[in-house]
């Protein structure tokens, strides 16, 4: 893993004069000692240049060079506006870590948790505590012994997966887990849309690691569905792939942080890193396509009159969505728009986007069809799009009912329209 370290980590390690803490000299340790690389960003280095204690700046300056410096600086748009010197800094670093320039931060700053939990990124900021936590049970060789069992599926008999609203996104938590003597399990971050994908992904991860599966190295491990021993749950994910499927996902495993009602268990916090994106998002989009596959229909129309007054009855019920959305949706409800993005010929590619916020005209959302025609974008990304542009809606209710998508109805009679499911 690539540890990012905050300023006020780096300058206790390098002052000679200050005590080192034991938790940070033992994170450093198992770090170096497991393979995990140090790095630091060049607004650290510009912030310790500002150090008014002469020797201890030149100090730290001097030793830097043990530690990775990372080797690009994106410019930060989250600083746009921002005068104080410490909250661009802030800024900079914080947006390193969406790029997943690191896997996490180490920072005691509690202003930077604080901008972190705004920004979505939490669960990717660590204290010297918790981060050496996480190491020590990373690498911790400690061994079980487990008692006789019936060898019965964990799905009967752990089976609360609990879901819900976290800000934009979804949290999924696993409840029960630790009578099995293992660690609860979370996703975080993801759509309702994925919910379905990503509480099989959690229940099949428990199974195998119910059934002994063991992490090949610092966490990373590979989830393959033919892999698992029992053959009826085997059996029903086989089943349940489309042909492009392959079973298998590369998870990255990191230490979950516990929110209030949380199980009183250790948790592990499932992560995608090993999958391209810009972000978390087309990260989780990617695996979720590469694991259980992907369908997709590529047609090319010309909107008639029937099309065109079908979308004009979707149009007439934005503002009652808008509504809706800004009273908030039950848990599993959620709402996705058909909007055009424009293709280098010219003409445009009609795509679904899952609603995560809808300020007035301005919808933000999540890019649900692999784009077939438009460079530089791809399935899971976030997106805007206007709301006079919108084509057609689908509203979907935590029971499965459906509302809207009245022009697909026409499509599909026609020479159809780009979609894929998942």
């Known amino acids: 893993m690539r540890f990012l370290l905050d300023t006020n980590i780096l300058i206790p390690l390098e002052d000679s004069k200050r005590p080192l803490l034991p938790s940070l000299a033992n994170f450093v340790r198992l770090a170096n000692a497991n393979g995990h690389t140090l790095i630091y960003h060049p607004a650290s280095e510009d912030d310790i240049r500002q150090d008014v204690d002469v020797d201890r700046r030149n100090q730290t300056l001097a030793r830097l060079g043990q530690y990775t410096p990372l080797d690009v600086r994106p410019a930060c748009p989250w600083s746009a506006g921002v005068v104080n010197r410490n909250d661009a800094a802030d800024n900079e670093i914080l947006y390193a870590l969406h790029l997943n320039a690191a896997h996490a931060l180490v920072t005691e700053d509690q202003g930077i948790h604080s901008k972190a939990k705004a920004r979505g990124l939490v ?7 918790t981060a050496e936590d996480l190491l020590q049970r990373l690498h911790a060789r400690v061994p079980v012994q487990l008692p006789n ?3 019965v599926p964990l799905y009967s008999l752990t089976p609360h997966l609990h879901a819900y609203n976290d800000g934009e996104y979804v949290r999924a938590i696993s409840l029960g887990m630790a009578k099995f003597g293992l660690p609860d399990v979370v996703i975080e971050n993801f759509s309702w849309s994925l919910n379905r994908n990503m509480g099989h992904l959690i229940n099949a991860f428990g199974q195998s690691m119910a059934e002994g599966r063991q992490i090949a190295s610092a966490g990373e491990y590979e989830l393959n569905f033919r892999a698992i021993k029992d053959r009826a749950v085997r059996d029903d994910y086989v089943k349940s792939l489309k042909p492009n499927g392959t079973a298998v996902a590369h998870l990255t495993l990191m230490q979950g942080l516990p929110e209030e009602g949380d199980p009183q268990n250790r948790l592990i916090e499932i992560a995608f890193e090993k999958y391209p994106g810009v972000d978390v998002h087309a990260q989780q989009d990617a695996m979720i396509s590469s694991l259980f596959g ?13 099309l065109n007054a079908a979308s004009k009855r979707a149009k007439a019920r934005l503002p009652a969505l808008r509504k809706a959305f800004a009273n908030g949706l039950a848990p599993g409800e959620y709402i996705q728009v058909k909007a055009p993005f424009d293709t280098p010929d ?3 590619e009609w795509m679904w986007v899952e609603i995560t916020e809808w300020n007035g005209a301005r919808i933000k959302g999540l890019l649900k069809n692999e784009p077939v025609a438009t460079p530089g974008l791809h399935g899971g990304q976030i997106v805007q799009v206007r709301e006079k542009d919108v084509f057609d809606y689908i509203r979907h209710y935590p029971n499965g009912k459906e509302e809207g998508n009245e022009t697909s109805t026409i499509i599909f009679k026609m020479q159809g329209s780009v979609e894929r499911q998942e």
């Open 294 to 306: 992907w369908e997709e229909t590529i047609k090319r129309i010309r909107h008639n009159e029937a």
């Open 346 to 348: 010219n003409s445009k």
């Open 123 to 129: 669960h990717r900021v660590y204290t010297i505590q």
């Open 149 to 151: 069992i019936e060898d």
